[in-house]
Nanobody, 125 residues
């Protein structure tokens, strides 16, 4: 069973930065698309970013494009999300997924079961 552990969240002022990390306990990390999702109170979980396993192609939700950067270190089985210019609307619980794709509707979806505890990001105005 895949286990993921997210870290790096916290409280930051608007305009600030955070770097999230996700460590996945899977042997096939380097053969999986990896992604970040978030869920704000009262809202559905939404795809934030996804990075492919083969070419490292990256996809972003329109709301974070130009501010967030996803990356991966296959040697460490670790996924990252650098978040800059954070805004209060970025406040959410952030989750890592060991499986994601970018569909024809330009949405990032997860094809993964086994969500971790997530890491809370709170941006104050």
């Amino acid at each position: 069973q895949v286990q993921v552990v997210e870290s790096g969240g916290g409280l930051v002022q608007a305009g600030g930065s955070l770097r999230l990390s996700c460590t996945a306990s899977i042997l096939t990390f380097d053969k999986r698309n990896m992604g970040w999702f978030r869920q704000a109170p009262g809202k559905e979980r939404e795809g934030v970013s996804c990075i492919t396993w083969n070419r490292g192609t990256t996809y972003y939700a329109d709301s974070v494009k130009g501010r967030f950067t996803i990356s991966r270190d296959n040697a460490k089985n670790t996924l990252y999300l650098q978040m800059n210019s954070l805004q209060p609307e970025d406040t959410a619980m952030y989750y890592c997924a060991a499986g994601c794709y970018y569909n024809a509707d330009r949405q990032i979806r997860a094809n993964f079961n086994g969500w971790g505890q997530g890491t809370q990001v709170t941006v104050s105005s």
